[in-house]
């Protein structure tokens, strides 16, 4: 454990680097208009020079080695809830960081409120007060989002005010964040693992701050009532746990593919909490439909998400790079994509009968956002509220991608990735590559271990043992 001075070291470092990152929202945060602030190539020729972009390097930097360097030196919970608070907090006032989604999400809030379905057109056909700042890939996308993320974003946009909307937005990501915040100690009780390092790995990651907090995504609600969920199922409370992860679904339909692990967690003693949990899913869907207004038109519209074509979904990367020699493959290998999820999720499930299924939840999370057509950054933090709690050891595979993730996007939403588009899907594809070879090669290396550890017994009971 790291001596009280490094230990402040660790915490302030990370609230520096958070108010150098509120500068940077400040300075070239998502704005109303949409207007890119700074990209590679002309990253220093702003009207700010080069303030915005080393307040945006050395911030990000600070969090990133601040929440690497305290990983394995949390000295008890509390301090790791203390630290996280304190690094979201300078990020509450200023303008999105990464993303211009909230914009979108103010949109459909007020398309909700005025009575108009956001799930029957984007802001071209609708209209929004506030329509310049939805990013343009976005402006003819209807939601994809679930009814009860737009009831919440509707009473957000009923202040009138795109700040008051945008406020409205964080106190519903706040509301997720404080309900993970609240769960987690179950499911690392149910983990074995120390829950210092949970809260920490979780809570402080620089996810929860740029993107969760000061991006404001649905998908901290989302999380924060899929492990609410988590942890009812593993207190084998039935109707809690199904009603909990029926909102989840309602927000982001993601949510959807921990059900199956929940039932397994009810089912530990009896079958009656797994009836009540698929009541509860189903009764919560369809209230919050019934409520909405508008039924389970989210369901169809959720095509929309794919219009993003980046190599930081695998699936993609592989049709990109196929399409630099061939025709376009990007439709075929989604597809693909999503039928090896569905295989990967089966196979997961049938394993944690018998094993971990809150450890298996993690992974079936973690294989969605490998496999899934479209990757941003904070979807990275779906598998790791649940795999911070139960894994014990290979914490890398946490930590490097969340840390890479956290420095995807300059301060005005646009994705590093697209600068390198042709060059990172190969090297995502050779990635893969390389990845499925190992995977193979270890397998035959183990299966060879076994056959020789059968034979030697057999050897020695011979009649010349």
């Not at 992974?363 to 014990?392: G, N, Q």
């Not at 005005?412 to 390389?434: E, H, P, R, S």
Request: aromatic fraction near 8%.
């Amino acid at each position: 454990m790291l001596a009280m001075p490094r230990l402040a070291a660790v915490r302030y470092a990370g609230l520096g680097g958070s108010v150098l990152l509120a500068v940077a929202a400040w300075l070239g945060g998502a704005t109303n208009p949409w207007q890119p602030t700074i990209k590679p190539g002309t990253i220093f020729a702003g009207d700010d020079g080069v303030l915005l972009p080393v307040a945006w390097l050395l911030g990000t930097g600070l969090l990133i080695t601040a929440w690497v360097l305290g990983v394995r030196a949390v000295p008890s919970a509390r301090w790791a809830y203390v630290t996280a608070g304190l690094w979201m907090l300078p990020l509450l006032a200023f303008l999105p960081l990464g993303s211009y989604d909230a914009y979108s999400y103010a949109c459909q809030g007020w398309q909700q409120s005025a009575g108009l379905d956001p799930y029957a057109g984007g802001v071209d056909v609708l209209g929004c007060p506030w329509a310049d700042a939805v990013a343009p890939t976005w402006r003819d996308a209807p939601a994809p989002y679930g009814p009860l993320f737009l009831v919440l974003a509707g009473l957000a946009a009923k202040t009138g005010s795109l700040a008051g909307t945008l406020a409205g937005l964080r106190v519903i990501a706040l509301v997720g964040v404080a309900l993970i915040a609240v769960s987690l100690p179950v499911l690392a009780r149910r983990g074995g693992v120390p829950l210092g390092r949970a809260v920490w790995l979780v809570l402080a990651c620089p996810l929860v701050p740029i993107h969760l907090i000061s991006g404001a995504h649905n998908d901290a609600l989302m999380v924060g009532l899929m492990v609410a969920g988590l942890a009812f199922a593993i207190r084998r409370k039935g109707w809690a746990a199904g009603l909990l992860l029926g909102l989840a679904v309602a927000v982001k339909a993601t949510a959807v593919v921990v059900a199956p692990f929940a039932l397994l967690l009810v089912l530990d003693r009896q079958k009656r909490p797994a009836a009540t949990l698929a009541g509860g899913l189903l009764l919560a869907l369809a209230g919050v439909s019934l409520v909405s207004g508008r039924g389970f038109g989210w369901v169809t519209a959720l095509s929309g998400s794919g219009v993003s074509v980046q190599w930081t979904s695998l699936p993609t990367a592989i049709g990109m790079t196929i399409d630099l020699v061939g025709p376009d493959a990007v439709p075929v290998t989604r597809v693909l994509g999503i039928a090896a999820l569905a295989v990967v999720l089966a196979c997961l499930w049938w394993k944690a009968r018998h094993r971990d299924a809150l450890l298996y939840s993690g992974y079936a999370l973690a294989a969605t956002v490998l496999l899934a057509p479209v990757f941003h950054p904070w979807y990275a933090f779906w598998p790791l509220a649940v795999l911070a709690a139960t894994l014990h050891t290979h914490l890398k595979w946490l930590v490097v991608p969340c840390a890479a993730a956290s420095a995807l996007c300059l301060p005005d939403g646009y994705n590093l990735a697209l600068a390198v588009k042709a060059q990172g899907a190969v090297a995502m594809t050779a990635f893969i590559i390389y990845l499925a070879w190992k995977s193979v090669h270890e397998a035959k290396n183990r299966a060879a271990e076994r056959r020789r550890a059968d034979h030697v017994p057999g050897r020695l009971s011979g009649p010349d043992a």
